[in-house]
């Protein structure tokens, strides 16, 4: 038994080491919005260029127009957290059919773009560009002046699902959850609960009805993982003792954070709701995904255990739930000290 106790130790200061160097989320997406408008020649296309990108992500974040493409009045503005160019770009017609827009360092910055165009003619189209695909080309529809009328919810679907599978400290309150119960019917009502909570607060944030500061509410969720390791190593405690109660309650500083993380995306005007409900039901899809895997992993472990004399119970617990356990607390104890700190 002390040896196995000794390896499981050993496995957590390892998941530790690789987990410590991690970000609880990629980079917000990057904004790169082209709106047309009036052009000086009858061959050109002009628009007004926005350009925002994280602070973090430095000079390595830049976008490269097609060949032919000229920029005019450029201006950099400090928006906080964010740095915030814009310019007028004037494209021959040629360029942007057959030309892309090109975006150097995603990778780099682990992060996406989210490009936003609208034309004169009232035709418009929101698209997420990611590292695997760096680079944007203006559709044929878009150009003659048609407008999908899917790409908007699409779009905010796609940033919503990769908003949550980015984000490990969401991911890892949910597992933490599912450890506390060890009942697949329990775990759906508790994940309900814990849905309407960041569901609501993701509305009143992103709708800016409701004002948090992001910095707080990061730290506030790193301390709700804590609390939740706590609990699950312990099999005790309020979590334990008010498990619905307090998911919802926890919900609710969840969807502080990906509310603020939507806002810094930035909403459309015309379709706000649209663009709201599209990120959100990305948010669950993932969310459900994640939990699919969580769920088909975890019976594999316990048909593991029932077989496997080195898996069996040690004071309740499988070796690999209080190593799940330690490492969950101590990472969120460094992930509250550098968001109060860094």
């Given at each position: 038994?002390?040896a ?9 200061l ?26 000086p ?46 310019w ?8 942007l ?7 150097v ?7 996406a773009v ?16 990611n ?11 878009l ?28 991911l ?11 009942n ?27 004002v ?65 409900l ?52 101590s ?12």
């Amino acid at each position: 038994m002390m040896a196995r106790l000794i390896i499981a130790r050993a496995i957590c200061l390892l998941l530790l080491v690789f987990a410590l160097p991690a970000e609880a989320h990629k980079l917000a997406p990057a904004l790169f919005k082209l709106s047309e408008i009036a052009s000086p020649e009858a061959d050109r296309h002009a628009f007004d260029v926005t350009w925002r990108y994280a602070k973090q992500a430095g000079a390595s974040l830049q976008v490269v127009e097609p060949e032919g493409c000229e920029r005019h009045a450029e201006r950099l503005f400090d928006s906080g957290t964010a740095w915030h160019w814009q310019w007028q770009l004037q494209c021959p017609a040629e360029a942007l059919q057959q030309g892309r827009f090109e975006f150097v360092g995603l990778q780099q910055n682990r992060t996406a773009v989210l490009v936003d165009i609208a034309r004169l003619s009232g035709a418009s189209e929101r698209r997420v560009v990611n590292e695997v695909q760096a680079s944007y080309q203006l559709p044929e529809g878009l150009l003659g002046g048609e407008s999908s009328p899917f790409s908007l919810v699409g779009s905010y679907l796609l940033l919503g699902i990769e908003h949550i599978l980015s984000g490990a400290d969401h991911l890892l309150f949910v597992l933490g959850l599912y450890l506390l119960l060890m009942n697949l019917r329990r775990f759906v009502v508790l994940v309900t609960a814990f849905t309407l909570g960041h569901s609501l607060t993701l509305a009143l944030v992103a709708l800016d009805l409701v004002v948090l500061p992001t910095r707080w509410v990061e730290v506030l969720i790193a301390i709700t993982l804590v609390w939740l390791a706590l609990d699950v190593l312990q099999q005790r405690g309020v979590i334990k003792q008010y498990p619905y109660v307090v998911s919802l309650l926890f919900g609710l500083i969840h969807g502080g954070g990906f509310g603020n993380a939507l806002l810094e995306i930035g909403l459309p005007q015309a379709d706000t709701i649209k663009a709201l409900l599209g990120f959100n039901l990305g948010v669950e899809l993932g969310q459900i995904a994640f939990i699919l895997v969580v769920v088909a992993v975890l019976r594999l472990l316990d048909r593991l255990q029932r077989r496997a004399s080195m898996l069996r119970k040690i004071s309740g617990r499988m070796p690999w739930q209080t190593t799940f356990c330690y490492v969950l607390g101590s990472v969120s104890v460094c992930w509250c000290l550098e968001r109060l700190f860094l």
